[in-house]
């Protein structure tokens, strides 16, 4: 997860830039299997953001909200946790509204 975050902190957060994480999201749970449920579950998030915004405007309040969100979101996970952990990583995301 950490080659993700990487490429999201240093992106625009406009919706160009949360459509192309949902492409690596999707290459990043086929090359790393382990981690597909966690791929899933961001993906589903930022799906549902990108569909509420697209062909709208999109304040950029709210886009600078969203981003910050999701970067700090990224950075807490550890793909290398205790099972525990990364449950609780996923219950988190979960609760995780980008809108």
Same mark, same amino acid.
Not at 35 to 52: D, T
Not at 67 to 96: C, F, I, K, T
């Given at each position: 997860?950490?080659?993700?975050?990487?490429?999201?902190?240093? #992106?625009? +957060?406009?919706?160009?830039?949360?459509?192309?994480? $949902?492409?690596?999201?999707? #290459?990043?749970?086929?090359?790393? +299997? @382990? $981690?597909?449920?966690?791929?899933?579950?961001?993906?589903?998030? =930022?799906?549902?953001?990108? @569909?509420?915004?697209? /062909?709208? +405007?999109?304040?950029?309040?709210?886009?600078?909200?969203?981003? $910050?969100?999701? =970067?700090?979101?990224?950075? /807490?996970?550890?793909?290398?946790? /205790?099972p525990a952990r990364q449950l609780g990583d996923l219950?988190?995301?979960?609760?995780?509204?980008?809108?």
């Amino acid at each position: 997860m950490d080659e993700l975050y990487f490429w999201l902190s240093g #992106q625009h +957060p406009g919706l160009k830039t949360f459509k192309a994480l $949902q492409l690596k999201l999707l #290459q990043h749970a086929a090359d790393h +299997p @382990e $981690q597909r449920a966690m791929c899933r579950l961001l993906h589903g998030i =930022v799906g549902s953001y990108v @569909e509420e915004f697209d /062909e709208a +405007p999109l304040p950029s309040a709210i886009a600078d909200r969203a981003y $910050q969100r999701l =970067v700090r979101s990224l950075a /807490e996970l550890d793909s290398a946790a /205790e099972p525990a952990r990364q449950l609780g990583d996923l219950n988190r995301l979960a609760e995780l509204n980008l809108a």
